[in-house]
């Protein structure tokens, strides 16, 4: 995979009407899901798009799947599907098998990446990237607000390991991605892991498949609120790090 760095343009003038399908993987996120799709919603119809949203519920025990109703009756094209396998990684591949679009992607409930990113990431794909990555560092990236130094270092420990396995990709957790979608679906039912790692085997993935991959580069927003343990979810984090490479041992690189 040679992951290049897109420059800041969109245009959107090529890509057929109700062609994406957006997943967003939500733990109690009542007091954020409504926003989050609105404006989603509200870029992508000035944009003339139609864009579905797929909120999937992984173990909420709050008001999540009303605060859904009440979008879906505003007339917003947004359904709530369930996973009973907890951890990120399983909402988003349950989400990615509901598709049913050209275009598959997955961003946060948080609305840490702008939303008008999602109209320069269809852009790459209408031109032929296969995937597009959203980074918080690549050039022309930025933080409007950054993550505390807990989770800065932890993240840079956890870059450089991961980037083994992926190669140079300089933002593999950043929480916004965009698929062709039989990319998407082929990726997907090939990974295994469920937790926060889980976008770092799906980047080993498409390296090995050989994807035209590119990197987006986004203004980033430290939201308060995210259920990621720095401790706890870490550690399991580089745990994750070593069944990918486990995982991956056996499976030649496109080309090879």
């Known amino acids: 995979m040679g992951v290049v760095t897109a420059s800041r343009k969109h245009s959107v003038g090529a890509l057929p009407v109700a062609d994406l399908d957006l997943v967003i993987p939500a733990l109690n996120e009542e007091a954020r899901i409504g926003a989050t799709v609105d404006e989603l919603h509200r870029v992508a119809t000035d ?10 519920d992984n173990g909420c025990v709050d008001s999540t ?8 009756a505003a007339d917003i094209p947004v359904e709530l599907i369930s996973c009973q396998t907890r951890g990120k990684g399983a909402a988003i591949r349950a989400g990615v098998r509901s598709s049913t679009a050209a275009f598959v992607g997955y961003c946060d409930a948080d609305q840490s990446t702008p939303p008008g ?9 209408a031109a032929g990237w296969e995937v597009v990555i959203g980074s918080r560092k690549c050039a022309g990236a930025d933080y ?3 993550q505390p130094p ?3 270092a932890g993240s840079f420990a956890f870059h450089a ?3 083994r396995l992926t190669g140079p990709v300089s933002d593999t957790q950043c929480g916004f991605k965009l698929f062709h979608a039989e990319a998407a679906r082929s990726l997907f039912e090939a990974t295994s892991l469920d937790g926060f790692a889980f976008d770092v085997e ?9 994807l035209q991959a590119i990197e987006l580069p986004v203004k980033w927003t430290h939201s308060d609120g995210s259920t990621f343990r720095p401790f706890a979810d870490g550690l399991r984090s580089f745990q994750e790090l070593l069944a ?6 056996a499976i030649p690189a496109a080309g090879a």
């Open 47 to 56: 944009a003339s798009l139609a864009v579905r949203f797929i909120v999937v």
């Open 150 to 152: 807990l989770r800065r």
């Open 144 to 146: 409007v607000v950054r």
């Open 117 to 125: 990113a999602l109209l320069e990431g269809l852009d790459l794909l």
């Open 244 to 249: 990918v490479h486990r995982s991956l041992r």
């Open 65 to 72: 799947a009303d605060v859904v109703d009440r979008s879906a």
């Open 161 to 163: 390991m991961a980037t």
């Open 202 to 210: 799906l980047l080993a993935r498409v390296r090995r498949a050989g």
